[in-house]
């Protein structure tokens, strides 16, 4: 674990470095705010091992990276997930997040709530992994840290956590007795996060009972 908890604190330092020569990619075209987000949310959920280590310069080229993303103007879809992840990442470690980018991708997503435990992908239900993917994973990790700053969000956490519960549930029960899961929908090469939030309700201790 200290050797791979140091090579990551190493790519995070060379990844934002704009000097250096594997300086990463987190303003053009779309697919950097996808992965920046997925950055952000590896500090989030591990700020003790990531990010208080870092130099005070590596600190700065990280905030920087991610405020740049914001050129990035994301899908009418779970892609608004990933504004508000960076900006949760921002509020936590920079002490400001744009208020709109989170706010906007809460509310489109309780907007989008189809029932028994499951968001749609935007208007629209998909039945696929994204749910585990991005969607609860990442709205319970923004609501988490919104939550630390604002204790009016407890409504919205408690009911994304609920939601969130009822889907782990359900996520249980498609894995066979022989380990095995349905192939549903796109994106099945990201084999796996199809079970992020699985990991996510274990993690906080949140399993239903049954």
């Known amino acids: 674990r200290k050797?791979?908890?140091?090579?990551?604190?190493?790519?995070?330092?060379?990844?934002?470095?704009?000097?250096?020569?594997?300086?990463?990619?987190?303003?053009?075209?779309?697919?950097?705010?996808?992965?920046a987000a997925f950055l952000a949310q590896a500090l989030l959920r591990a700020p003790h091992?990531?990010?208080?280590?870092?130099?005070?310069?590596?600190?700065?080229?990280?905030?920087?990276?991610?405020?740049?993303?914001?050129?990035?103007?994301?899908?009418?879809?779970?892609w608004l997930l990933?504004?508000?992840?960076?900006e949760a990442a921002l509020l936590k470690f920079d002490?400001?997040?744009?208020?709109?980018?989170l706010d906007y991708a809460i509310r489109q997503h309780q907007l989008w709530y189809k029932g028994?435990?499951?968001y749609g992908d935007g208007p629209d239900f998909h039945w696929d992994y994204y749910n585990s993917y991005v969607i609860q994973p990442m709205l319970l990790e923004i609501l988490q840290t919104l939550l630390?700053?604002?204790?009016?969000?407890?409504?919205?956490?408690?009911?994304a956590l609920q939601r969130a519960r009822r889907y782990a549930a359900v996520q249980e029960r498609l894995i066979s007795p022989e380990a095995t899961y349905p192939p549903l929908g796109r994106s099945l090469a990201y084999?796996?996060?199809?079970?992020?939030?699985?990991?996510?309700?274990?993690l906080l201790k949140e399993l239903p009972d049954g």
């Open 116 to 118: 028994d435990g499951t």
């Open 49 to 78: 091992q990531l990010w208080d280590p870092l130099d005070d310069q590596t600190k700065t080229n990280i905030i920087a990276a991610l405020k740049s993303t914001r050129v990035i103007k994301p899908g009418y879809s779970n």
């Open 95 to 101: 002490h400001y997040g744009d208020p709109m980018r």
């Open 148 to 159: 630390e700053a604002d204790k009016n969000q407890q409504g919205n956490f408690n009911r």
């Open 191 to 202: 084999r796996f996060g199809a079970f992020q939030l699985l990991a996510k309700i274990t």
């Open 3 to 35: 050797k791979y908890i140091a090579l990551a604190r190493i790519c995070l330092h060379n990844a934002t470095d704009p000097k250096g020569p594997d300086f990463m990619n987190f303003n053009s075209g779309g697919q950097p705010l996808v992965d």
């Open 82 to 86: 990933f504004s508000g992840m960076i």
